[in-house]
Nanobody, 121 residues
Framework: QVQLVESGGGLVQAGGSLRLSCAAS????????MGWFRQAPGKEREFVAA???????YYADSVKGRFTISRDNAKNTVYLQMNSLKPEETAVYYC???????????????WGQGTQVTVSS
């Protein structure tokens, strides 16, 4: 079992930055692929970024060059640095843990409760 707790969401102006954190607990948490997803009201949950346990990364095209995913295995924590945020990126951001570096939400086994990110125009 892996428990995930996100933090760091909030209100930011367009063009601003936020850093999300996801603290994982569980004996094997550091060995999981960790992903970030987001879901806006009335929309499907969409992939944002993922990182393997050795540090390989994968990003959605829409965030490449602006978002950076990283992890600190000693702290069992994953981060999502978000720069140049846009109003359309307002959503609940979720952290997830899985066993493959993939974009499909259904492939992730564990989910956090989400943290709200609001980008004002």
């Amino acid at each position: 079992q892996v428990q995930l707790v996100e933090s760091g969401g909030g209100l930011v102006q367009a063009g601003g930055s936020l850093r999300l954190s996801c603290a994982a607990s569980g004996r094997t948490a550091s060995t999981y692929v960790m992903g970030w997803f987001r879901q806006a009201p009335g929309k499907e949950r969409e992939f944002v970024a993922a990182i393997g346990w050795r540090g390989s990364t994968y990003y959605a095209d829409s965030v490449k060059g602006r978002f950076t995913i990283s992890r600190d295995n000693a702290k069992n924590t994953v981060y999502l640095q978000m720069n140049s945020l846009k109003p359309e990126e307002t959503a609940v951001y979720y952290c997830a843990a899985g066993t493959a570096l993939v974009t499909a939400a259904w492939r992730y086994n564990y989910w956090g409760q989400g943290t709200q990110v609001t980008v004002s125009s």
